[in-house]
Nanobody, 126 residues
Framework: QVQLVESGGGLVQAGDSLRLSCAASGRTFSSYAMGWFRQAPGKEREFVSAVNWSGGLTYYADSVKDRFTISRDNAKNTVNLLMNKLKPEDTAVYYC???????????????????WGQGTQVTVSS
């Protein structure tokens, strides 16, 4: 069992930056790939970014590529999402999620992830 707690959301202006953090419980954090998803009002949850168990492989949605950076610290059981050049369309609830590193499904699929946080709100004003 893994518990995930997101933090770092807030209200910012377009062009600003935010760093989201996700703290995981348990001593087997390195057994999990980690992902970030988001859900805007009236829209389906969508993939944002993911990182493999070691941090050596990262994945991004086209909409955030070159603006967002995902990283993880296995010693601290944390995964971060640095969001630069934020746009109003980035407004959403952001969720941290964990998937077994042995799961071969695509990192982009929400079904790969078995543990989810409660989410943190990010609002970007124009």
């Amino acid at each position: 069992q893994v518990q995930l707690v997101e933090s770092g959301g807030g209200l910012v202006q377009a062009g600003d930056s935010l760093r989201l953090s996700c703290a995981a419980s348990g001593r087997t954090f390195s057994s999990y790939a980690m992902g970030w998803f988001r859900q805007a009002p009236g829209k389906e949850r969508e993939f944002v970014s993911a990182v493999n168990w070691s941090g050596g492989l990262t994945y991004y949605a086209d909409s955030v590529k070159d603006r967002f950076t995902i990283s993880r610290d296995n010693a601290k059981n944390t995964v971060n999402l640095l969001m630069n050049k934020l746009k109003p369309e980035d407004t959403a609830v952001y969720y941290c999620a964990a998937a077994s590193k042995y799961d071969s499904r695509s990192y982009y699929e929400s079904g790969k992830y078995i543990y989810w946080g409660q989410g943190t709100q990010v609002t970007v004003s124009s």
